[in-house]
């Protein structure tokens, strides 16, 4: 079992920047395919990114490619998005999760976070 707790949202003009922290309780960490998702108001929530295990390969919704940068720390069993050159599109309730599936679908993953909200204003 892991549990998710997600830190760093806030509320950010466009054109900056915000570092998302996600971290992991338990032992089998570093066994996970970690993601971000993230949900905005009246819409369905949206795959962001994702990493292996090792953190060798990543993933990215076409519209972060450039902008966000996910990584990894399994020794300290920690998951980040840096987020740059943001904009209110943006702008969404961001939840880290847990699989063992490399898919964008949030089927695919088994532990979830509560959310932090990043607000961007224009």
């Known amino acids: 079992q892991v549990q998710l707790v997600e830190s760093g949202g806030g509320l950010v003009q466009a054109g900056g920047s915000l570092r998302l922290l996600c971290a992991a309780s338990g032992r089998t960490f570093s066994r996970y395919i970690m993601g971000w998702f993230r949900q905005a108001p009246g819409k369905e929530r949206q795959f962001v990114a994702a990493i292996t295990w090792t953190g060798g390969s990543t993933d990215y919704l076409d519209s972060v490619k450039g902008r966000f940068t996910i990584s990894r720390n399994n020794s300290k069993n920690t998951v980040y998005l840096q987020m740059n050159s943001l904009k209110p599109e943006d702008t969404a309730v961001y939840s880290c999760?847990?699989?063992?599936?490399?898919?964008?679908?949030?089927?695919?993953?088994?532990?979830w976070g509560q959310g932090t909200q990043v607000t961007v204003s224009s």
């Open positions: 999760a847990a699989g063992n599936r490399w898919e964008r679908d949030s089927g695919a993953y088994d532990y």
